[in-house]
């Protein structure tokens, strides 16, 4: 191995990517994105106005008067759902026979209160939520039934002085208080209609009801992080699977493959040079785009151990595909190819609950362990998923190794 050889390889190499306008444009873009992913949708924070709850980033509640129950909701919204509840007055109230559109990811509660002479009051709550998502508005509902049991509650308590009226229930941020109070009504009503039959028992014939809900072991996805590690697993495979294909098809296709070999560089050398040029080009993009979301994760071990994995499984693969295509257009057709056909099988695995045949694809494991790195969540689980990946990436680096010997210079 000289080092001389390595680094006229190596500089060659540079010296073709500066001259890749649209690898540095797609580079430069990808950058851009993880700015605009720190800047405007900061890790831990939500941006007011932009968070989606369970889908839907905007709750219209459309009202026909302004009474005042209208009034409370207004000014008891919580804080996590200000940036995202508009209050708006209906434009035609009565006409609500119609079909109602409303834009993407939005949904809307109307608000009604007919009254007028000899009419009994009631108010007529319509949820209009995205179709075949009934839950969509859950916690906008929520907060609609606390403050409207509030509300009404204190209204009964003004126009009756004095009177023994119900307890305020606890009110808890999964809604069990309902549950809770229409249990209690049952039990209520149970007991009169004993009572009414004097039907005489020691225990209650409906019995208490607790509700308990704790959450799984297993960590909820961080939404950001998953854009960040898609960012950064892209890098990779633009820089090993899409890059050095195309690239080296185009020097067999110009004849300067078959020049190196016949200069005095070795297979080895040729080898060395692209195995050191296109992981580095790779992994300092892609840690890049890893330190704008989260700049304390390049002080993480298991951060660059997982790029290393990633980088040298992309680059085995990009090796062989660029060892059997011999033209550029082959070389794009085979990457896009290999990434379908992957795609396919681990969701055809994970639909079916197909088990371990996954697991021999990179692609299983690497977004698995850069998410946890991203998201400061690694647990023993992922470093299995890291000892497999750096297997996987050594069985593909062997491989290419010994395809390229055998067809690299065709």
């Known amino acids: 191995m000289r080092w001389y050889i390595l680094k006229a390889l190596i500089r060659k190499e540079v010296a073709r990517h500066l001259a890749n306008r649209g690898g540095i444009a797609l580079a430069v873009l990808l950058v851009a994105a ?27 509640v459309e009202f026909d008067e302004h009474t005042p129950f209208v009034k409370h909701l207004r000014a008891n919204v919580p804080e996590e759902l200000k940036g995202a509840v508009r209050f708006r007055e209906l434009r ?6 119609e079909a109602v559109r409303y834009d993407t990811g939005t949904g809307a509660i109307q608000i009604r209160q007919p009254d007028g002479p000899g ?3 009631a108010v007529k709550l319509s949820i209009w939520h995205p179709d075949g998502e009934p839950l969509a508005l859950a916690p906008y509902e929520q907060w609609v039934w606390k403050e409207s049991r509030r509300f009404f509650a204190r209204e009964a308590a003004l126009k009756l002085p004095g009177a023994k009226l119900p307890d305020e229930p606890a009110f808890d941020s999964n809604n069990q208080w309902l549950v809770l109070e229409a249990h209690k009504r049952l039990q209520e009503q149970v007991e ?10 020691q225990q209650p014939l409906v019995p208490d009801l607790s ?3 704790r959450g799984l072991g297993g960590k909820v ?15 990779l495979y633009f820089a090993c699977v899409y890059l050095l294909p195309t690239l080296n098809c185009e020097e067999r296709e110009r004849g300067v493959l078959l020049a190196q070999a016949l200069s005095p560089a070795s297979p080895l050398e040729l080898l060395t040079a692209k195995f050191v040029f296109y992981p580095a080009f790779g992994l300092g993009l892609a840690a890049t785009l890893a330190a704008i979301y989260k700049p304390d994760v390049l002080s993480s071990l298991f951060f660059w151990l997982a790029l290393v994995a990633v980088g040298g499984g992309f680059l085995g693969i990009g090796m062989t595909i660029a060892a059997w295509a011999k033209t550029q ?4 057709l085979g990457g896009m190819c290999y990434l379908l056909s992957v795609s396919m099988l681990l969701m055809i695995c994970s639909i079916n609950g197909i088990p371990f045949l996954s697991y021999a694809a990179v692609e299983f494991h690497g977004p698995r362990i850069l998410h946890a790195a991203l998201s400061g969540t690694v647990e023993t689980t992922h470093w299995r998923h890291l000892l497999a990946a750096l297997l996987l990436a050594v069985l593909w680096l062997c491989a290419a ?8 210079w065709q």
Request: positive net charge.
């Open 34 to 60: 993880a700015v605009l992913l720190s800047v405007f949708a900061p890790s831990g924070q939500t941006a007011e106005g932009t968070g989606m709850v369970d889908g839907v980033h905007h709750c219209f």
């Open 92 to 97: 035609k109230p009565d006409q609500i026979d």
């Open 119 to 121: 009419r009994r009051t």
């Open 192 to 201: 009169a209609a004993r009572k009414a039959g004097n039907v005489e028992v």
């Open 211 to 213: 509700i308990e809900r």
């Open 221 to 235: 996805l961080d939404f950001r992080a998953a854009i960040a590690t898609g960012m950064v697993v892209f890098a």
């Open 329 to 332: 257009r082959a070389a794009f």
């Open 401 to 408: 190794g010994w395809v390229f010997k055998r067809r690299g």
